[in-house]
C-alpha cells in the first residue's frame, strides 16, 4: 500500500491515519534516512514533543549536515505515531545520510538544485494551475484539507475510501513523472532505487501488508515493476560515502515555514496545526484565537468581533465557491472587522499564530552528543530553557544565577552558538549589568554538534576553542578582544595562552593605530576584575605597557594624515583618553565608574604619571603646527572637557586658529574637532560667549570664495546638535553675543536672550529633589539665607 503524501500535510496526515486504521499493515515504511531506525522507538516516549527534526552530521565534519523536520501534523509523524503503538515494525527507506550527506555536503533532508542547472517542477504547482487555480495553497485545501478522511464506514468500502484518494493522487504524480522525468530533482534516481530494495527486503519479511508513507512524487517509482534489483543495485553502486551521526534535534514551526528555507516546508504551519488538531469548528475556534491575541496585545477585540468575523469568512468562501473558508478568508475576515483595515495588527497575528513559534522538546535519553548533553544540563540547572519566541535578558552580575547564565552564553557566543546576543541595557548602564536578547533556531543544534570538537563540556569547548584563536590571531586588536571574551566568559586556563599571544603581539606591532584601537578593550578587560572577580593583575600590566608605547607613538602617528586618516586618527584619540582615564582609576583603587568613562584621576605613582604624560601629549598636539586641525581640536576639546585648560586658554586658541593666517578649511577644521561631536560642543557655545563670538566673527568674515569650501564641515558639525541647542544657538546669534566677554558670572548683568539676574524662588524649587539625590539629612533643611546660598551655587 502506497500512502503518497505532502510533507507536513494535515489534510494527509488524517487520510494516513484513516488509510492504517483501515488496513492495519504489518509494518511501516517512512521516507528518511534508515540510520533512523535505531532511534524511531524515542518518538513513542513521553518527553518527545513536536515539532522536531532527526540531525544528521558527517562525523568527521558536523557543519556538513541534513534535517529531516517532522511536525506533529506530519503524515510520517502520524505513521510512526500509530505503529509505535499497536508495536508494528518502522523502517525508514530513504537513501542512507551516509551517502546523502557525502552527495550534497551541507543540505536540509533534500539534495540541492539540478546540477545541470534545470528548474525543479512544484508538482502541487502544475495540479493547481491545471484546475484553474492560482495558488498552489488554496487549491490544495479545497481538494485535501476541506474534505472529510472518508473512512467512516466500515469493511471493503471504508478501507476503498480510505485509500482511494492516494490512488488518485498517485496516478496524478504518473502523468506528471510521464511530462517531466524527474523534474530537475536529479538525485532522485538513486533515492528511489534504495527505496525500492528496501520495499522489496520489507515485503520478503512480511508480506504484501506493508505500508509506504512516502512523497506522492515518488509513488509512481515505487508502484512500477519496470526496473529489477540488479538494476537499482547498479546505481547504488560507488555512491560516496561518509560516517554519520543521527540525533533527534528540537524544530519550530518557524523553520517549517517555506520562506525560512526547507524545501518542503509549508507557508502557514501554525494554520494547519490548528486544522489538524481541532476538534471540531476550526473556524470559529481559530478566529477565537485570533481575538485573544489581540486582546493580549491591548486591541479593542470583543466576543461580537468573532461572531462577525465568522460570517464574513463563511461568506467570503461562498462568494468565492469554495467549500470551506480557508486562511485567505479568515485573513480577509480578521483584517476587515477585527484589524479595522490595518496591516499592522495582521502581521502580529501571522507571526504569531499563522506561523507560530512553537519549540518542540526531545527527551533527556535520546542520543545526543556529549556537549550537547552538558549545555542541557546547565539550561536546566540555570533555568535558561531554550525558546522559538525571541525574548530579552536581564542579567544582575552581583546574583550568582545570573553571572552564571552571562558565562554560559558568552561561552557559546565563544563556541559560535549565538543563542543570546547581547543588547543595550534599560536604565542602569552600570558594569554589573547585562541584556541578552535570546531566540533557539534549530541550526543552533548544528553549531553544538560543530563545537563538539573542542570538548565535551561547554568550558572545556570554550577554554580549548579560545586558545587555538589566540595561536592563530593575527592582530593585535584580536588578541585583545580575545582577551575580553576570556574574562566575560570566566575562562582563567585559557587565560596564560592568550596574555602569551597578547604579549608577542604588543611587542611587535609598531602600527600606532593598531595599538590604540586595541588598548580599549584590554581596559576593559582590567576593569571586569573588579566587577567580576577576576584577578586581573598580569593584564594590567601589559594594559600599562600598551599605553606606554601608544604615548610615544602617537604624536608621530598624527602627522601628514589625510581627512580620512585625520578622522580615523580622532576616534583613536577619544578611545585612549578614556581608556588611559579608567586605567590609572583602576590601578590607583578608584570608585568604578558605572558609565565605564575614565574621568580625572585621583591616584598618583605609576599610572598617576601615566596619565599625566598623556595630558602632556594632548597639550602638545593641541598646540603643535603641522597635524590636522581636526585633530589639534579635538586635543584641546579633551583638555577643557577633563579641566586642564585655564581660563580663558581655550579662546585663545580659538583665537590663533581662526586668525586670518589660518586658511578657512584648516579652521573649519578645527571647529569640528573641538565643538563637533554632539551636544557637549554646543553646551559649550551656549555658556561661553567669548568662544561663540569669536566662531560668529570668523564665519562672518570667511572669503564668499572660500564659504562654500568650509560650508560641508560646518554643516556636519551643527547638525549633530540637538534641536534645542541649534535653536538656542541661533538666538544667541540673533541678539549679538559679546566676542569681548568671557562667561558671566552670577549676579551680573545678564547674556543676550536670558533674563535679569537670579530667579531664587525657581532655584530654591529643586531643593528637595537635590538633597532627595544628594542623600541629606531632611532636619538640615532650613528657609534661611544658607538656603538661598545654596541655591544660588546650585543655580550657577
Avoid at 255 to 268: E, M, P, T, V
Wanted: glycine residues 12%; charged residues 25%.
Amino acid at each position: 500500500m502506497l500512502l503518497g503524501v505532502r510533507h507536513h500535510g494535515p489534510g494527509s496526515a488524517r487520510a494516513v491515519r484513516a488509510a492504517l486504521d483501515a488496513c492495519e499493515p504489518g509494518a511501516v515504511l517512512i521516507e528518511g534516512p534508515p540510520e533512523a531506525d535505531a532511534l524511531v522507538e524515542f518518538a513513542g516516549q513521553e518527553g518527545m514533543r513536536p515539532p522536531v527534526a532527526l540531525l544528521a552530521h558527517a562525523a568527521s565534519d558536523p557543519g556538513q549536515a541534513a534535517f529531516w523536520p517532522l511536525a506533529g501534523f506530519s503524515p510520517e509523524w502520524v505513521a510512526i505515531r500509530w505503529a509505535l503503538s499497536r508495536g508494528v515494525p518502522v523502517r525508514f527507506i530513504d537513501l542512507p545520510a551516509a551517502n546523502s550527506l557525502a552527495m550534497a555536503g551541507r543540505t536540509e533532508g533534500e539534495p540541492a538544485g539540478d546540477p545541470a542547472g534545470r528548474v525543479r517542477v512544484d508538482p502541487m504547482g502544475v495540479l493547481a494551475e491545471t484546475a484553474g487555480y492560482d495558488d498552489p495553497e488554496r487549491w490544495w485545501e479545497d481538494v485535501v484539507e476541506h474534505r472529510g478522511t472518508g473512512a467512516e464506514g466500515g469493511g471493503a468500502a471504508g478501507w476503498a475510501d480510505a485509500v482511494g484518494p492516494f490512488a488518485a493522487l498517485g496516478e496524478a504524480m504518473a502523468v506528471l513523472r510521464a511530462e517531466y522525468g524527474h523534474g530537475g530533482h536529479e538525485h532522485d534516481a538513486v533515492r528511489e532505487a534504495h527505496m525500492r530494495l528496501r520495499l522489496r527486503e520489507a515485503r520478503r519479511e512480511f508480506g504484501d501488508r506493508v505500508a509506504v508513507v512516502c512523497g506522492a512524487w515518488h509513488v509512481p517509482a515505487l508502484a512500477g515493476r519496470a526496473t529489477t534489483v540488479t538494476a537499482d543495485r547498479g546505481l547504488l553502486k560507488g555512491l560516496p560515502k561518509v560516517k554519520s551521526e543521527l540525533s533527534w534535534v528540537p524544530w519550530t514551526h518557524r523553520r517549517l515555514a517555506r520562506h525560512s528555507g526547507y524545501g518542503a516546508g509549508i507557508a502557514s504551519p501554525g494554520w494547519y496545526s490548528h486544522l489538524f488538531h481541532a476538534a471540531d469548528r476550526p473556524l470559529e475556534r481559530w478566529l477565537t484565537r485570533v481575538a485573544g491575541l489581540l486582546r493580549a496585545e491591548d486591541f479593542a477585540v470583543s466576543s461580537a468581533h468573532v461572531i462577525e468575523a465568522v460570517r464574513l469568512a463563511e461568506t467570503l468562501a461562498a462568494v468565492r465557491g469554495r467549500p470551506l473558508a480557508g486562511l485567505a478568508e479568515t485573513t480577509d475576515a480578521v483584517r476587515a472587522v477585527m484589524c479595522e483595515g490595518s496591516d499592522v495588527p495582521l502581521a502580529l497575528v501571522h507571526d504569531r499564530l499563522v506561523v507560530g513559534d512553537v519549540l518542540g522538546e526531545v527527551p533527556e535519553a535520546a542520543p545526543a552528543a556529549p556537549l550537547q548533553r552538558d549545555l542541557a544540563r546547565t539550561q536546566r540547572s540555570l533555568r535558561l530553557k531554550p525558546e522559538a519566541l525571541e525574548r530579552d535578558l536581564e542579567l544582575d552580575l552581583r546574583k550568582e544565577t545570573d553571572a552564571a547564565r552571562s558565562r554560559l552564553l558568552h561561552r557559546l557566543r565563544l563556541l559560535g552558538v549565538d543563542w543570546g546576543t547581547p543588547a543595550a541595557s534599560r536604565g542602569s548602564t552600570g558594569t554589573f549589568r547585562e541584556t541578552w536578547r535570546l531566540r533557539w533556531e534549530p541550526e543552533l543544534s548544528v553549531r553544538v554538534a560543530e563545537a563538539g570538537v573542542w570538548g565535551t563540556t561547554v568550558l572545556s569547548a570554550a577554554t580549548t576553542r579560545a586558545e587555538a584563536k589566540a595561536v592563530d590571531a593575527n592582530a593585535l586588536g584580536e588578541v585583545t578582544d580575545l582577551a575580553e571574551r576570556c574574562l566575560l566568559a570566566a575562562l582563567p586556563d585559557a587565560l596564560p595562552v592568550v596574555m602569551r599571544a597578547l604579549a608577542d603581539r604588543a611587542a611587535l606591532d609598531a602600527d600606532v593605530g593598531q595599538l590604540a584601537q586595541a588598548l580599549p578593550a584590554l581596559v576593559r578587560s582590567v576593569r571586569y576584575g573588579d566587577v567580576r572577580g577576576t584577578d586581573t593583575a598580569a593584564l594590567a600590566e601589559v594594559a600599562v605597557g600598551l599605553a606606554e608605547r601608544v604615548l610615544v607613538g602617537l604624536p608621530p602617528a598624527c602627522f601628514g594624515l589625510d581627512a580620512d586618516g585625520a578622522a580615523e586618527m580622532r576616534g583613536h584619540l577619544e578611545a585612549v583618553h578614556r581608556a588611559v582615564g579608567l586605567l590609572s582609576e583602576i590601578r590607583a583603587g578608584g570608585a568604578e565608574r558605572p558609565d565605564g568613562e575614565g574621568g580625572k584621576s585621583g591616584g598618583g605613582g605609576k599610572d598617576g604619571g601615566l596619565r599625566g604624560r598623556w595630558l602632556a601629549v594632548l597639550r602638545a598636539l593641541a598646540e603643535r603646527d603641522g597635524i590636522s586641525g581636526l585633530i589639534r581640536g579635538r586635543a584641546a576639546r579633551l583638555l577643557l572637557d577633563d579641566g586642564r585648560l585655564a581660563e580663558g586658554e581655550a579662546a585663545r586658541l580659538m583665537a590663533l586658529v581662526l586668525s586670518p593666517g589660518t586658511a578657512p578649511a584648516e579652521a573649519a577644521s578645527w571647529i569640528e574637532g573641538f565643538v563637533g561631536g554632539g551636544a557637549g560642543g554646543g553646551m559649550l557655545l551656549v555658556h561661553d560667549e567669548r568662544l561663540l563670538g569669536l566662531l560668529d566673527s570668523w564665519l562672518t568674515g570667511v572669503p564668499a570664495e572660500a564659504f562654500t569650501d568650509v560650508l560641508p564641515l560646518l554643516r556636519r558639525t551643527f547638525a549633530a546638535y540637538d534641536a534645542g541647542v541649534r535653536r538656542t544657538l541661533g538666538e544667541l546669534v540673533r541678539r549679538g553675543p559679546a566676542a569681548d566677554q568671557g562667561p558671566r558670572p552670577v549676579g551680573g548683568p545678564p547674556a543676550p536672550g536670558f533674563g535679569p539676574g537670579l530667579d531664587e524662588d525657581r532655584a530654591a524649587a529643586v531643593l528637595p529633589t537635590v538633597r532627595l539625590l544628594l542623600g541629606l539629612d531632611a532636619q538640615h533643611d532650613n528657609k534661611g539665607n544658607h538656603e538661598n546660598q545654596y541655591g544660588t551655587e546650585v543655580a550657577g
